[in-house]
């Protein structure tokens, strides 16, 4: 092959080559002709279908505002008549029925109440779903709001017979600012969680804290631990979402709209806080939240430690939190405690030495003859006892005022309550003063409730009827006023004793009622009823010059309260046992 | 047929007999597209068959054996070139993927690509049957892609042809793949 040859083959490559690529070319231009317009196409389509998604998402938000708004009023709505049906049947159930018409009146109480708070829950997570939460910022005692709240539902628990052990770290200060109600609120929803859900044990509440951004806030843990049915892994991560019970059965068996966790965890959130949750099937759940609450002072407030001298001390119990915070309390106060269970001890031989012994004896494990026997072992003894007793037991206050050297502690146990106690059992035996305290002897001259003439401000019918009936019924003499405009006109023309006052009222509200009162009035206690149960409507009230606030519906022994507070102890015609007496 | 087809095919025969014989042999074939492929063009395929009838007269080799062997070069230049098609445990889940995903994306990127269809069948867990149908007789360059698949594996697997013709629908071949036996090669 020669060179002309191979140069000949080699320009048909070339050739061959270029035209290959001037096909590359063509083809190029061609392919991205068709993309661009595919292109075109492609963002027309994604233009379309993004306008259409925005439509169907509005549409669904509206529908689901429109939903939660209807759910709101209707909520509202039903309230109204439900206040009337209650208020009717408490002042059914003080008139003289038959025992089979009593029962029948108190199933139909017990399934108003349960559907007043059903809407209730229903309101209050519209609330928090809406954002419309508004949070107080107001001192209060964080240890008093825990004791108060679990000694509120320690009836519930010692009924099921469940202990309710407390344990508040002494590094909690004594005052914070937040908001004590929202508080409340979580605590009742996760402690009656978990009573109702655990039939055997205990329900343990736990607080401890620390101070965080320079002594500015105080951060608190609280954790609710019991020994319940608990929540299988499946079920726990959706406990938090509204509506949804870990199982569907639970719907059935235990009641409720499976709001209540959503509400306290939305609260706990509202409040710099987070809540979470551990659980075992079978074994038990433990909720636990945070809080930030604010320092009301510049400072970090120090809790001077307290210490207790008390000569050798024993604890007698069951094994369990109740006995183990006894005994870490006792410790931090540097008080040398034993335990013991029961089951090793023998009254005779306990009470018997003559050196001085301090008791603390958990009631559980010793029966009414027991305690007969240790009171009268005590009498002549070197040794004080301290009974510590279900809310429920009956005749505490007659062993206390017959023996000073056994003392009655209710449960659940105020750490300053065992304190004191303990101090003056141990200082002085003959000091008769109980750890209870006793309610002052009844003034001879009380003035009669007839003598008062109260001011009802009412626009709603139903409600003037009822409100009627109650004061009707304590003994009360008392006017109506449809509206606010006619309520500041008859307090005007005549000095009543007090006025409750309606907050919405067609004319003229309850709060502007109340502003222009005060005007030419300071005196007259005003006393709000309302259906709103909101703090933000309490501070209200009370900012406007109102004395005392009452919720709907109205319950005559509310109001009986709040009537006496302001005006003082009369002698109603109802009798404060039938007050009392649950339903 | 895709224009690579025939770019691979033009580079192979140029590495053996040199680009001057090349030319010449693509004078000889006479082609309508004048031997300029581009490869995201289409050509017709009895250019390629053209082709390799001229290079078989040339080397006097079969022109069977000159598909398969230009099958497995083809295959070495798919691994380079299409790394993710090859991301299989082995070759039975490579030759399972085929008409699946494989050729699915090759339609996308080519609508008008007339690909073969293979159809597996799982004999047992180490044999599989493998048919290869087409309008083109190239079944012998299948059964050099899979030799060459099976290699890039590393596995031991055997191929034997079953059956192959025409039919109905054209051309068809029943291949058999073994596991467990060491590559051969044809």
């Given amino acids: 092959m020669n060179d002309s040859e191979i140069v000949a083959a080699l320009r048909k490559k070339l050739s061959r080559l270029e035209k290959s690529r001037i096909e590359a070319e063509h083809l190029l231009e061609e392919k991205s002709e068709q993309l661009f317009k595919l292109n075109q196409d492609l963002e027309q389509l994604v233009e379309e279908r993004t306008k259409q998604l925005a439509i169907e998402r509005d549409k669904a938000i509206a529908a689901s505002k429109a939903k939660d708004q209807f759910l709101a009023n209707m909520s509202h709505e039903i309230r109204t008549p439900l206040n009337g049906i209650i208020g009717y049947l408490d002042l059914l159930s003080l008139s003289n029925l038959t025992e089979s018409q009593k029962r029948q009146v108190d199933v139909t109480q017990k399934s108003s109440d349960l559907l007043l708070e059903l809407i209730n829950d229903i309101l209050e997570f519209s609330k928090v779903e809406a954002g419309e939460v508004t949070l107080e910022n107001q001192p209060f005692c964080l240890r008093q709001c825990i004791e108060d709240t679990v000694e509120s539902m320690a009836y519930l628990a010692y009924q099921k017979n469940l202990e309710l052990p407390v344990f508040i770290s002494e590094t909690i200060p004594n005052e914070l600012l937040g908001d004590e109600g929202k508080l409340r609120q979580i605590l009742i929803n996760l402690i009656g969680n978990a009573i109702k859900f655990t039939d055997a044990g205990e329900v343990s509440i736990n607080a401890s804290g620390c101070w965080i951004n320079n002594n500015s806030q105080f951060k608190v843990v609280i954790s609710i631990n019991d020994t319940g049915i608990g929540i299988d892994p499946k079920s726990l991560k959706k406990i938090f979402h509204p509506f949804v019970q870990s199982d569907l059965t639970d719907t059935r068996k235990f009641g409720g709209t499976g709001l209540g966790l959503s509400i306290s965890k939305g609260l706990v959130e509202k409040m710099g806080g987070r809540m979470s949750t551990q659980s075992q099937l079978g074994l038990g759940s433990k909720f636990t939240f945070s809080l930030v609450l604010n320092n009301p002072s510049t400072k970090t407030q120090r809790i001077p430690p307290k210490s207790l001298h008390l000569p050798e001390t024993t604890i007698i119990g069951i094994a369990g939190t109740f006995f183990d915070n006894l005994d870490h309390r006792l410790q931090s106060w540097g008080v040398n405690v034993q335990k013991r269970e029961f089951t090793d001890i023998n009254l005779d031989q306990l009470y018997s030495s003559k050196n001085k012994e301090v008791f603390l004896i958990d009631s559980r494990t010793i029966d009414d003859e027991e305690i007969k026997k240790i009171y009268q072992l005590s009498q002549n003894s070197s040794k004080k006892t301290v009974l510590l007793c279900p809310p429920s037991f009956q005749d505490a206050m007659s062993f206390n005022n017959q023996n000073s050297s056994v003392k009655i502690i209710f449960k659940p146990v105020r750490s300053n309550i065992l304190f004191e106690t303990l101090s003056q059992l141990c200082l002085d035996s003959t000091t008769k003063k109980a750890s209870q305290v006793q309610p002052p002897p009844p003034s001879s001259h009380q003035p009669s409730c007839n003598d008062f003439c109260i001011l009802l401000a009412e626009d709603h019918p139903i409600n003037q009827k009822l409100g009627i009936a109650m004061l009707t019924h304590l003994g009360f003499q008392f006017e109506l006023a449809h509206n606010g405009a006619e309520a500041v006109e008859m307090a005007r023309q005549k000095k009543y004793s007090a006025i409750l006052m309606d907050f919405q009222m067609p004319k003229m509200d309850g709060l502007s009622a109340t502003k222009k009162i005060r005007q030419f009035d300071n005196e007259i206690p005003i006393i709000a009823m309302t259906a709103n149960a909101f703090s933000d409507v309490r501070d209200k009230c009370m900012a406007i010059g109102m004395n005392d606030y009452i919720t709907k519906p109205l319950k005559i022994e509310d109001l009986s309260k709040s009537l006496k507070k302001q005006l003082g102890d009369c002698n109603d015609s109802i009798q404060s046992e039938e007050l009392r007496s649950p339903k | ?186």
Avoid: W
């Fill in chain 2, 1 to 186: 047929m895709k224009g690579i087809v025939f770019n691979e095919l033009i580079q192979l025969i140029e590495s053996i007999i040199g680009e001057v014989q090349t030319e010449h042999l693509l004078e000889d074939a006479d082609l309508n597209s004048g031997g300029s492929y581009t490869s995201v063009g289409t050509y017709d395929h009895k250019e390629a068959l053209s082709i390799v009838q001229k290079f078989s007269k040339l080397t006097q080799s079969n022109t069977d054996q000159l598909l398969i062997s230009f099958g497995r070069h083809l295959g070495k230049v798919f691994v380079v070139k299409y790394p993710d098609f090859y991301k299989h445990k082995n070759v039975f889940f490579f030759l399972q993927s085929l008409d699946s995903y494989i050729h699915v994306s090759v339609k996308k990127l080519y609508p008008d690509a007339e690909l073969p269809s293979f159809n597996f069948e799982m004999i047992n867990d180490k044999e599989m049957l493998l048919t290869y149908q087409s309008v083109r007789p190239f079944a012998p360059l299948a059964q050099g892609l899979i030799l060459e698949t099976i290699s890039y594996f590393g596995q031991k697997e055997s191929l034997t042809i079953l059956n192959s013709g025409k039919n109905e629908n054209g051309h068809f071949a029943l291949f058999k793949i073994t596991q467990g036996c060491e590559v051969q090669d044809e």
